[in-house]
C-alpha cells in the first residue's frame, strides 16, 4: 500500500485499504502504516528533489481515496450527546488539508460536531465561525515554516474580543511543536490526529463557547 501511495496509485490504494479491512486488520492500523507511513516517505522524497509538486499531488489524491474508504469507520461515533463543537482550518496561504481533515474525522468519530473551514482560512473566517458555532474550541493546523506565524495573528485577535478570548485555541501540522505553541500563546498542541482527540477532550471542560 505504501508504494502504491507513492506511485499515486490511487484505485489501488482505494483496493487495498478496503481488502486490509476486509481481512480484520484495526483502522489505526492501517491509517498509520498503510496511508501515513506511504506518505512520510513521499515527504522525505519530496524535501530532497527526488519527487516535485505534481507526483505529490497525485500522492495525496491517493492518500486520500484510502481515507475515503476509513471515513465511515473513523467518524462512527458512538451516538448520544456532542462532545462539543470544535471549528477546524488550515491557516491563510496554507493549502495542505491531509491532516486537518484527518483530525475533523476522528473528531466526528469521538462525538464532537467538527465545523471544517477547509484551507486558506483567514482570521475573520475563524472568527465568524467560532461565534456562528458557538465553538468551545478552535483548531489550526499549518503545514508550512511561512504560514505557522498566521496562527499567532489569530490567537492575537481571538484575545482581542471579549467574547472569544475564552476559546480554547489547539494548533498542529508537521512543523509545528510544543514549543512552538507555547510560544505563541496558543491552548494546546497534539503531534497527530489520535492526540489530537485527547487534547480536545482535555480542553473541552474547561473551554467557554464563544458567545452571541
Ligand atoms: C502532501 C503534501 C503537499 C500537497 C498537499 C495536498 C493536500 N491536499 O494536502 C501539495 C502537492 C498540494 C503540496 C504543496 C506544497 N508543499 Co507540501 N507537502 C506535502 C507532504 C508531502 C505531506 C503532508 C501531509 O499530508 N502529511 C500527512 C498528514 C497526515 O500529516 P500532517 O499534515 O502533519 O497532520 C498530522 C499532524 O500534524 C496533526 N495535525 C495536523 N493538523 C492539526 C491541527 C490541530 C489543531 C492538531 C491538534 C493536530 C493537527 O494530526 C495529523 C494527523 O495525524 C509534506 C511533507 C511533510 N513531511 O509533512 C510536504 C510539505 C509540507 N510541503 C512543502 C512545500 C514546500 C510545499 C509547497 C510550497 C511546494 C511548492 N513549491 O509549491 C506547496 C505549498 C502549497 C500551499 N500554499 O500550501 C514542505 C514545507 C517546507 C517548509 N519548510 O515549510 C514539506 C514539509 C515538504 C518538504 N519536506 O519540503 N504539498
Do not use: W
Amino acid at each position: 500500500m505504501n508504494q502504491f501511495l507513492y506511485e499515486g496509485k490511487a484505485p489501488n490504494v482505494k483496493e487495498m485499504t478496503e481488502q486490509a479491512l476486509e481481512a480484520g486488520r484495526d483502522v489505526d492500523e492501517i491509517l498509520q502504516d498503510g496511508l501515513i507511513a506511504g506518505m512520510s516517505v513521499v515527504g522525505e522524497d519530496f524535501k530532497y528533489n527526488r519527487l516535485y509538486v505534481p507526483q505529490v499531488l497525485i500522492a495525496a489524491r491517493a492518500m486520500k481515496a484510502g481515507m475515503a474508504v476509513l471515513k465511515p469507520l473513523l467518524t462512527k461515533s458512538g451516538g448520544g450527546r456532542s462532545a462539543g463543537t470544535v471549528v477546524m482550518g488550515t491557516v491563510k496561504g496554507d493549502l495542505h488539508d491531509i491532516g486537518k481533515n484527518l483530525v475533523c474525522m476522528m473528531g466526528e468519530g469521538a462525538g464532537f460536531e467538527m465545523v471544517d473551514l477547509g484551507v486558506d482560512t483567514k482570521v475573520e473566517t475563524f472568527m465568524e465561525a467560532a461565534r456562528e458555532h458557538r465553538a468551545g474550541i478552535v483548531g489550526m493546523s499549518a503545514l508550512l515554516t511561512t504560514t505557522m506565524p498566521y496562527m499567532k495573528v489569530v490567537i492575537n485577535a481571538f484575545q482581542e474580543e471579549e467574547d472569544l478570548r475564552d476559546v480554547v485555541i489547539c494548533v498542529g501540522g508537521a512543523p509545528v511543536s510544543e514549543m512552538f505553541a507555547e510560544e505563541i500563546g496558543a491552548d494546546g498542541y497534539a503531534a497527530d490526529a489520535s492526540s489530537a482527540i485527547e487534547l480536545f477532550q482535555k480542553m473541552y471542560p474547561v473551554a467557554t463557547t464563544a458567545s452571541v
